[in-house]
């Protein structure tokens, strides 16, 4: 059973920084890949990045290229989201997603994820 425990989130201006954490309790095929992904009211939820846990390969939405990082800490796996350059409409919850890979890539979909944490609030005031 794969757990994905979320820290990070919280309230800050616009232009400011914020960093998101999701540590996993196995490093097997299934977190092979993990990424995040954010959901705002009324709104589907949609990527925001994910990474390879494995090669490194990482992919981002393109609203938030620039300002967001995904990086990894192998041995564990736990993902981080630093989240630079914050706006107003980056305003959501974040969720933490892993999956199996499948001839070294990782999907881009929600649906493709099994494995989801808890989701943590990320709310950016102009």
């Known amino acids: 059973q794969v757990q994905l425990v979320e820290s990070g989130g919280g309230s800050v201006q616009a232009g400011g920084s914020l960093r998101l954490s999701c540590a996993a309790n196995?490093?097997?095929?299934?977190?092979?890949?993990m990424g995040w992904f954010r959901q705002a009211p009324g709104k589907e939820r949609e990527r925001v990045a994910i990474?390879?846990?494995?090669?490194?390969?990482?992919d981002y939405a393109d609203s938030v290229k620039g300002r967001f990082t995904i990086l990894t800490d192998i041995p564990k796996p736990t993902v981080y989201l630093q989240m630079n350059g914050l706006k107003p409409e980056d305003t959501a919850t974040y969720f933490c997603?892993?999956?199996?890979?499948?001839?070294?890539?990782?999907?881009?979909?929600?649906?493709?994820?099994?494995?989801w944490g808890q989701g943590t609030q990320v709310t950016v005031s102009s």
């Open positions: 997603a892993a999956t199996g890979s499948s001839g070294g890539r990782c999907p881009e979909a929600a649906r493709d994820y099994g494995h």
């Open positions: 196995t490093r097997t095929h299934p977190t092979s890949c």
């Open positions: 990474v390879h846990t494995y090669n490194g390969a990482s």
